[in-house]
């Protein structure tokens, strides 16, 4: 099998992928922060990451795979306060929905999905260690990382902290990377916010001493991927770096993987342009889950992806193709035998589905050798020149292609029912295979006023058929 190659944030290059445990990753990704609902710049960043574990154990490996949930952070901390509502109170909410969203969006569980509020001892004593070797100094009651003590700041962002004024402090969770400086590690608390009562004095965690102390919990002080936005190289993980390097004098992460941004027609998405959408805006306008999944995660994650509603629309239609191919393969009643050259042609769109993906995951060439294979699949059925020798190849091909993908099953309704949208969904399956069967009987006992009232009533409740060659029928919903 090819080499997986990644592009690496903290080398600039892409480069082979090798674990440090054979068979083993150890992984982590920045989770949202639960201060409100998530918008799809922020899912397009964890389709990546999706698509990049379910590849990874499609290739075999067990994957050990972290994200955590940010429920404390500057945005969290002052709206609980203003809604006079506690840190877990004000969270839950948007936590709930981000796991509803992930389930809607095919996004795997982690194999650990933990909170933040959760892990302050674990954040406690990393800052201990640090304060142990001067890494830390404290000012107005807050501790600070002394960013000049760690020379290698810097390196996973490339910023140059030459013209840096020693001392100069920040506050702020985020902040740009003009104003690099030292930054908060423990938070003296404000009146009126919430604060815990520690070993190193009263008051709440920085946001970024969080991932550290959460990842090396559970993959150890060296973990072989960290994933996340690209807006979070820097000042995030540049400071997790800092941090967690600081305090154990190992390297930290092996491979540093970022998606791009999201655009919105061309445009940085923002509220004030009115182009913010959440997923529940999208599918409120009647749009699928797998069709957002699958426009969300077609362009390789290195790219921008300008998200557009046309887009989104050809999104639909590919999912559909190939859902109607699958659907074809499962109903159609070939001739017995084998067709020459077939195995070698399904053989090669598997190939280079691997290669594509291996390519620093290249969803776009894995794709496009999916739809290549259903269209020369699609014609040799037209031309009856399918056999049933080839089902088992290319029902296999589409199971491995669907295992990294997984947008063939058409759960679509069933989720949008599960999140109060679309309303009646429509006769249930196996309603609708007796109507399609009522049908059959109709036209093979040539009752024609019958059969056309049947499909009637089918496309009234949102059921269209489509007649095969061979005489089957298949269905699908509008
Ligand atoms: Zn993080």
């Known amino acids: 099998m090819t080499d997986i190659r990644f592009h690496n944030t903290l080398s600039g290059k892409v480069e082979a992928f090798v674990p440090q445990q054979a068979g083993e990753v150890k992984m982590y990704t920045c989770g949202p922060t639960v201060y409100d609902y998530a918008h799809i710049g922020n899912y397009r960043t964890f389709v990546f990451q999706d698509i990049l574990r379910r590849f990874l154990k499609l290739r075999g490996f067990r994957l050990n795979h972290v994200m955590n949930l940010t429920d404390v952070d500057d945005r969290i901390i002052a709206k609980s306060s203003a809604a006079g509502l506690s840190i877990r109170e004000y969270t839950e909410k948007y936590a709930q929905a981000f796991f509803e ?134 000042p995030h993980h540049e400071n997790e770096i800092a941090q967690s390097e600081g305090a154990t004098g190992k390297p930290f992460v092996r491979y540093w993987m970022h998606a791009e941004h999201l655009l919105v027609e061309g445009e940085k998405m923002s509220k004030s342009l009115g182009n913010f959408f959440t997923l529940r805006d999208l599918f409120a306008k009647g749009y699928k889950p797998s069709a957002l999944r699958f426009a969300l995660a077609s362009v390789p994650y290195r790219k921008q992806l300008n998200f557009t509603f046309d887009g989104l629309t050809q999104a639909t239609n590919s999912v559909e193709r190939l859902r109607n191919f699958a659907d074809r393969l499962k109903a159609g009643k070939f001739a017995e035998g084998n067709v020459a050259g077939m195995a070698e042609r399904v053989a090669a769109a598997a190939k280079e589905f691997d290669e594509g993906l291996s390519d620093d995951l290249n969803t776009a060439r894995a794709l496009a050798a999916v739809f290549d294979l259903v269209r020369d699949v699609n014609i040799a059925m037209d031309k009856g020149e399918f056999k049933q020798g080839e089902v088992a190849a290319v029902r296999e091909f589409l199971a491995a292609f669907d295992k990294v993908f997984a947008v063939l099953e058409d759960s679509d309704g069933v989720k949008l029912k599960a999140l109060g949208y679309g309303g009646d969904s429509g006769p249930g399956d196996a309603e609708i295979e007796k109507l399609v069967a009522a049908r059959q009987a109709a036209r093979q006992r040539k009752d024609f006023a019958e059969s056309d009232r049947i499909r009637k009533e089918l496309a009234d409740r949102g059921i269209i058929l489509e007649d095969s060659r061979d005489g089957s029928v298949r269905w699908k919903r509008k």
């Open 101 to 234: 969203d992930c389930r809607t969006l095919s996004i795997e569980a982690p194999e650990h999905w933990i909170r933040a509020t959760e892990h302050i001892d674990e954040m406690v004593k990393l800052i201990e260690t640090l304060q142990k070797k001067s890494f830390t100094y404290v000012s107005d009651g807050s501790i600070y990382y002394r960013i000049a003590k760690f020379p290698e700041y810097g390196k996973l962002s490339k910023i140059d902290v030459g013209g840096m004024q020693a001392g100069a402090r920040v506050d702020m969770d985020q902040y740009e990377k003009e104003s690099a400086r030292d930054f908060a590690l423990w938070k003296a608390p404000k009146p009126g916010e919430h604060f815990w009562e520690t070993e190193i004095g009263t008051g709440r965690p920085g946001w970024h001493i969080e991932c550290s102390a959460m990842a090396m919990k559970y993959l150890g002080e060296t973990l072989d991927i960290h994933t996340g936005g690209i807006d979070l190289a820097f």
